[in-house]
């Protein structure tokens, strides 16, 4: 089973930036994907972007495209997001998470929090006007 932790959260003004990083610990860091999500207080888990390992395939909410980015590095089992302009909507616990794989079902979206099998602690991000 993967584990996962994320870190580089924290409290930034409007216009800043931040990196996310998540390490992925326990077996190999072979998920059919993986995905970041986030969740403000009150609401639901809401996705933010994803990223699938057998094509290096790049995804991302309307909300946050062209100010987010995803990528990987295998050698450190670390998955990242870096955001850039960031707004204070965008205020919230980030979490990792990792989709092992889909035999048996219908291919994910990668959008749905109920498609994915790890998820980390979350790391929070606090945006100020």
């Known amino acids: 089973q993967v584990q996962l932790v994320e870190s580089g959260g924290g409290l930034v003004q409007a216009g800043g930036s931040l990196r996310l990083s998540c390490t992925a610990s326990?077996?190999?860091?072979?998920?059919?994907?993986m995905g970041w999500f986030r969740q403000a207080p009150g609401k639901g888990r809401e996705f933010v972007s994803a990223f699938t390992q057998i094509d290096g395939l790049t995804y991302y909410a309307d909300s946050v495209k062209g100010r987010f980015t995803i990528s990987r590095d295998n050698a450190k089992n670390t998955l990242y997001l870096q955001m850039n302009s960031l707004k204070p909507e965008d205020t919230a616990v980030y979490y990792c998470?990792?989709?092992?794989?889909?035999?048996?079902?219908?291919?994910?979206?990668?959008?749905?929090?109920?498609?994915?099998?790890?998820w980390g602690q979350g790391t929070q991000v606090t945006v100020s006007s």
């Open positions: 326990g077996r190999t860091f072979s998920s059919y994907a």
């Open positions: 998470a990792a989709l092992n794989g889909y035999i048996g079902r219908a291919r994910p979206t990668l959008r749905a929090a109920r498609e994915y099998d790890v």
